[in-house]
T-cell receptor
Framework: AQSVTQLDSHVSVSEGTPVLLRCNYS??????LFWYVQHPNKGLQLLLK??????LVKGINGFEAEFKKSETSFHLTKPSAHMSDAAEYFC?????????????FGGGTRLMVKP | DAGVIQSPRHEVTEMGQEVTLRCKPI?????LFWYRQTMMRGLELLIY????????DSGMPEDRFSAKMPNASFSTLKIQPSEPRDSAVYFC????????????FGEGSRLTVL
């Protein structure tokens, strides 16, 4: 079985303060992990991905995520929030099983940035 | 590359009408996915194709929904007859290779059924 849990449905931060969006996963196989961002009325855009190379992954717009196998986590961070970061963020797990391709989305975290 | 292209971007129709949503994946990608997004249910996978062949359609809500991929550069999602509960944003996504590749999403088709 494969699952993704985004621990917070909403996160609110002030501009200039750090961002932490939490994601835990479970997978019977060695998965790939992704973070996507969705701005209002837009499609999903890839922020970053982990595919079993370096455990600390850097993405676009100053975001990064650390893969921690022992904690089955893939939390998304950014040192300093910007107003333009306000959006919905999805953690995604993709892996293979005997049936083929499995791709699982988390429920999403809405990030609000206060001036 | 132009990315994944979906049409129409917005569709407003009346209950009982047929709706056809279209998707052009990124050239060379061999996987194509159709998703539906609503406030209540979030993102739901409806169906996905590999090399134009439907692999998993277990997410298709009911027989009113059908999807085809006649060739590597075109797919359609059809709803007939449409109902108000079908109102949602429908996303198409494509990827290169299975297993671990990232998905590239289109901008979505916002469907409103009155």
């Amino acid at each position: 079985a494969q699952s993704v849990t985004q621990l917070d449905s909403h996160v609110s931060v002030s501009e200039g303060t750090p961002v932490l969006l939490r994601c835990n996963y479970s997978s019977s196989y060695s998965p790939s992990l992704f973070w996507y961002v969705q701005h209002p009325n837009k499609g999903l855009q890839l922020l970053l991905k982990y595919t079993s190379a370096a455990t600390l992954v850097k993405g676009i717009n100053g975001f990064e995520a650390e893969f921690k196998k022992s904690e089955t986590s893939f939390h998304l961070t950014k040192p300093s929030a910007h107003m333009s970061d306000a959006a919905e963020y999805f953690c995604v797990v993709r892996g293979l099983n005997n049936a083929g391709n499995m791709l699982t989305f988390g429920g999403g975290t809405r990030l609000m940035v206060k001036p | 590359d132009a990315g994944v292209i979906q049409s129409p971007r917005h569709e407003v129709t009346e209950m009982g009408q047929e709706v056809t949503l279209r998707c052009k994946p990124i050239s060379g990608h061999d996987y194509l996915f159709w998703y539906r997004q609503t406030m209540m249910r979030g993102l739901e996978l409806l169906i996905y194709f590999n090399n134009n062949v439907p692999i998993d359609d277990s997410g298709m809500p009911e027989d009113r929904f059908s999807a085809k991929m006649p060739n590597a550069s075109f797919s359609t999602l059809k709803i007939q007859p449409s109902e108000p509960r079908d109102s949602a944003v429908y996303f198409c996504a494509s990827s290169l290779g299975g297993g671990t590749g990232e998905l590239f999403f289109g901008e979505g088709s916002r469907l409103t059924v009155l």
